[in-house]
């Protein structure tokens, strides 16, 4: 699935904002940000099954560019404090308008 690091950014940030459970550890985002590209491209003959190399670098960066933005931020609480858990920032929302979701 060629897809861009800013369509998987928009889908990632409509996981985190509007899902009824926001996923908090990174794989979880990562299956289901492909889970939606997978529904997006259901009904296209060429859809992949399981992700590409592509997809998988497309995922790392964008996860790192949610920290560096200050949308998100390791760790869940003092149990969870590092990574691969992560919540949203307490800035997250003021960072993100302006930016589809």
Known sequence: MKTTKAEIR??????????????????HLDDRIL???????????????????????MFNELFWDLILDRIITPGIDAIHPALPNF??????????KGEAR
Request: zero cysteines.
């Open 35 to 57: 889970e939606e590209l997978k529904r997006r491209n259901a009904d296209k003959q060429h859809a992949e099954e399981g992700s590409s190399e592509y997809d998988w670098q």
């Open 10 to 27: 928009k889908i990632a940030l409509d996981l985190l904002f509007n899902a009824e459970e926001p996923p908090t550890q990174k794989d």
């Open 87 to 96: 919540r949203l920032h307490s800035e997250a929302r003021e960072k993100s």
